[in-house]
């Protein structure tokens, strides 16, 4: 059963290890398919710690970590924020988790943090992700024609949203 729950310093291990699995990184990052470290995991961690936008939850299934999400860039003016999902283990992905997880991370992004608009961004070959978040009402907002070059390819981002069905 999925639960969800506060990201903690204890989780910096499982951060390293699902950053670094191919089948996470191969979709995410400033470079695609790039590892993590330790290091950098635990200066990630640290700068969280002290800062004020940013929002983010371990997803468990019952106490075993399966992935993380959150929120970034969170802006009280703007009442907008960024939004990031990785489900780390492999044999999690592709079970409807990241929906459940997705659907509970939007409520509390609305309910909680009171935003009107969640953004994300997304390679526009990580066909599963895409059609998740348009599942989830998410709308394409633009397209970066190339923006990604890995392994003798371009790829293609898509800047994606969705908004508060509160006036
Ligand atoms: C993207 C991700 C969070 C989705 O979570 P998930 O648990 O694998 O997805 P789910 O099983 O909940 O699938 C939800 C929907 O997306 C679809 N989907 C998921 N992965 C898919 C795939 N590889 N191909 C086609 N459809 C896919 C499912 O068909 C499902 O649709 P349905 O409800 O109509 O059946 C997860 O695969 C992941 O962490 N991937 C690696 C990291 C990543 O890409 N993060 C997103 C960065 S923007």
Not at 90 to 110: C, P, S, T, V
Request: with cysteine; hydrophobic share 40%; charged share 30%.
């Amino acid at each position: 059963m999925i639960k969800i729950r506060k990201h903690l310093r204890r989780d910096i291990p499982c951060r390293v290890k699902w950053l670094s699995n191919p089948g996470v990184n191969k979709f995410i990052g400033d470079e695609l398919g790039q590892k993590t470290t330790l290091m950098k995991e635990v200066a990630w961690f640290d700068n969280y710690q002290k800062s004020k936008n940013k929002k983010f939850f371990t997803i468990c299934d019952n106490s075993k970590p399966i992935g993380f999400m959150g929120f970034s860039n969170i802006s009280k003016v703007n009442k907008n924020a960024d939004l990031f999902i990785a489900i780390g283990e492999d044999d999690y992905r592709g079970k409807g988790n990241g929906k459940i997880a997705m659907e509970w991370l939007i409520a509390y992004g609305f309910d909680e943090l009171n935003l009107h608009k969640i953004n994300l961004g997304v390679v526009k070959d990580n066909v599963g992700a895409v059609k998740l978040y348009r599942s989830l009402g998410f709308v394409t907002e633009g397209k970066m024609k190339d923006e990604i070059f890995h392994n003798g390819k371009y790829y293609d981002f898509l800047s994606m949203a969705l908004f508060s069905k509160k006036k």
